[in-house]
């Protein structure tokens, strides 16, 4: 049974920064691709960014690009994402998500983490 959780959700102001978690267990990920989307409220959720377990490929979303960093540690079976310069619009629910595919679409991936709030003040 594959569980990714989610941490390091919090309140912070423009201009800050914070970093999530997202601790996977359940198999071995190395054939994976693990993802970061968000959902806003009232806005379907939309692809942030996403990284190859095995040789650690990344992309990220135009609006994140240059801000977001994804990261992972083998060792912890953890993927960050480092989030910096956050503006009021990041404000979302971040989820983490795993796949097989690198791709940007939530339907592509077939495990997910309860998300974490993310809420940034102007």
């Known amino acids: 049974q594959v569980q990714l959780v989610e941490s390091g959700g919090g309140l912070v102001q423009a201009g800050g920064s914070l970093r999530l978690s997202c601790a996977a267990s359940?198999?071995?990920?190395?054939?994976?691709?693990l993802g970061w989307f968000r959902q806003a409220p009232g806005k379907e959720r939309e692809f942030v960014s996403v990284?190859?377990?095995?040789?650690?490929?990344?992309y990220y979303a135009d609006s994140v690009k240059g801000r977001f960093t994804i990261s992972r540690d083998n060792a912890k079976t953890t993927v960050y994402l480092q989030m910096n310069s956050l503006k009021p619009e990041d404000t979302a629910v971040y989820y983490c998500?795993?796949?097989?595919?690198?791709?940007?679409?939530?339907?592509?991936?077939?495990?997910w983490g309860q998300g974490t709030q993310v809420t940034v003040s102007s």
């Open positions: 998500a795993a796949g097989y595919i690198l791709l940007a679409t939530p339907g592509s991936y077939d495990y």
């Open positions: 359940g198999r071995t990920f190395s054939n994976y691709v």
């Open positions: 990284i190859r377990w095995n040789g650690g490929i990344t």
